[in-house]
């Protein structure tokens, strides 16, 4: 395709930048400092701060501190409302909304030099697909968006998740032109009908080579709900109209595939690998999340799609980058943000040509959105150099959960998981932990997928006994201030808690799948007790 080949063309040159810097980070990352300062400097949260344009790396560590969402939320809203960007001198394209771990929506402001930045590291890693995978050149792409609640809809405008609109505009308008789906699905009236829009797309593609999306959860949905209205797609794709739909399908036109339409009537919905090698055959890759508690999803796509090559995403979050995958490594965008690293446990702060192999911590980025030693609560771990540059693995989200002064931790559960006696069939969705876990008392629910007839009492007590190895978990059950474990499996356990987190305002596709997570107040009525504590 004419519009593959530009675009690839178009991200070489961002490659070989990438690889030719890789010996000199630290003169890297000083420089994009200086940057940033000037442009901070210059902005009205800069002057109210006294941040001077001419501040060293070491004078910007010693004088701010290490930031979260709270400490800019009220400016950042103001700034939305205002339409401008008060962090930093940089005309702002649009605020973009994400969720955090719980709940709310949080607006992170997308200026001109942010975007830049992003597009620093979205070039060399496409550069670095066309390269791997020279399959994609010649098939359609297809880059997920972030769905929003149906409910903000309206109120959003322009304020879309598109990953497109990542890029600069050269590259975005050269990439538009190989997409299967196009961006206006994002406007139908529902998340629904907005997913029923992309896979109608879809479908239709015979010529389909990259789907990439954020968590393989979502990937599995959009299978899922191929089956689940593969009567209406058909009827659909034979007509080219949206039938009973058209009204909420606002400026998307509809696919017409007759071929396509009498693949579906003849699949009995089962999700079954033969049948998407039919449907895809020029499926050269998908992109997904696969660490963490994200792997097994993982795993479930890739045995769905087998045909395909697979390729983890690397740690990006709507704040910014901090890895992608090149080479087969997962270097940092060092030529994105401004990158510091955080200890988890005693708080010392690396900058990163500082960093070990072996050292497990969490990213702070200072960026062009004008957020400053903005830490992200996940923890990563250095896995080797590449050159001067550190390459790191995903490990889990950091943040710990304290119902009652327990501070349990993500690595304390997947280490639990990965030991733990899993009976044949059943996968770990997550932990939950809640004020009510459904008698009464705070505690912890291990949420699996898999035949609600398992017998997990074996499972349950492997994990309280894992967990009782947290030294203040053991100390909250002795003083039986919180329930034991409980074990719940469910064969929709993984939709029923991502409808949860949708149902608390949180982001379709955005949604990521972590290891523990806090949902507070009494346990959903799904969850309610169907297997029996185990007291340890």
Excluded at 308 to 327: H, I, M, N, R, S
Aim: include cysteine.
């Amino acid at each position: 395709m004419l519009s593959q080949r530009l675009l690839h063309l178009g991200v070489l040159p961002a490659g070989r930048r990438f690889r030719t810097g890789l010996s000199h980070l630290e003169h890297t990352q000083r420089f994009r400092h200086r940057q940033l300062m000037r442009q901070v400097a210059a902005s009205p949260a800069g002057r109210e701060q006294g941040i001077g344009e001419n501040w060293s790396w070491e004078r910007f560590a010693e004088r701010l501190p290490v930031t979260g969402y709270e400490d800019w939320r009220a400016r950042v809203e103001q700034g939305r409302r205002d339409g401008v960007n008060p962090l930093i001198a940089s005309p702002t394209a649009r605020y973009q909304p994400t969720s955090g771990s719980t709940s709310a929506i949080k607006w992170i402001p997308y200026s001109r030099a942010f975007l830049g930045e992003l597009d620093g590291a979205i070039g060399p890693w496409l550069a670095d697909l066309y390269q791997r995978y020279p399959k994609l050149r010649h098939g359609r792409h297809y880059w997920s968006l972030s769905w929003m609640p149906t409910a903000l809809r309206e109120s959003l405008g322009e304020e879309l998740n598109d990953d497109l609109a990542l890029m600069s505009w050269g590259k975005r308008l050269i990439a538009g032109a190989t997409q299967s789906v196009p961006s206006t699905v994002a406007l139908a009236r529902t998340s629904d009908d907005s997913l029923f829009a992309t896979l109608a797309y879809l479908v239709a593609d015979r010529r389909l080579s990259l789907l990439s999306v954020w968590s393989p959860t979502f990937g599995i949905g959009l299978l899922e709900g191929l089956a689940k209205w593969r009567e209406e797609l058909a009827e659909v794709l034979n007509q080219g109209g949206w039938g009973l739909r058209r009204a909420a399908m606002a400026e998307s036109g509809c696919p017409r595939c007759p071929r396509a339409a009498a693949l579906l009537r003849a699949w009995d919905g089962e999700l079954a690998a033969d049948f998407f090698r039919v449907l895809w055959p020029a499926l050269a890759l998908v992109s997904a999340w696969d660490t963490a508690a994200s792997e097994p999803w993982a795993r479930r796509l890739q045995s769905l799609l087998p045909h395909a090559e697979f390729q983890g995403k690397g740690l990006w979050a709507t704040e910014g980058v901090v890895t992608f995958p090149c080479q087969g490594r997962y270097p940092l965008a060092y030529r994105s943000h401004v990158y510091e690293f955080q200890d988890p446990d005693d708080g010392a702060i690396y900058a990163p040509w500082e960093l070990e192999a072996g050292q497990r911590v969490m990213p702070l980025l200072s960026t062009g959105s004008g957020l400053l030693r903005y830490r992200l609560n996940d923890l990563v771990e250095v896995t080797e150099h590449w050159r001067t540059v550190p390459c790191l693995r995903f490990l889990g989200r950091r943040g710990t959960v304290d119902l009652v002064g327990e501070k349990m931790t993500g690595e304390a559960v997947n280490d639990a998981f990965a030991r733990a006696p899993l009976p044949p069939g059943v996968t770990p969705v997550g932990v939950v932990a809640c004020d009510d876990a459904g008698d009464g008392k705070p505690g912890y629910l291990a949420l699996l997928e898999g035949s609600p007839q398992t017998p997990v009492a074996p499972l349950a007590e492997h994990l309280e006994q894992a967990l009782g190895g947290h030294f203040h978990y053991r100390l909250a059950r002795n003083l039986h201030q919180l329930a034991p474990l409980r074990c719940v499996v469910l064969a929709d356990m993984r939709e029923r808690y991502l409808g949860h987190c949708r149902d608390q305002g949180m982001i379709e596709g955005n949604i990521k799948i972590e290891s523990l997570r806090a949902w507070p107040g009494t346990a959903p009525a799904f969850l309610a007790p169907s297997a029996s504590p185990v007291s340890v």
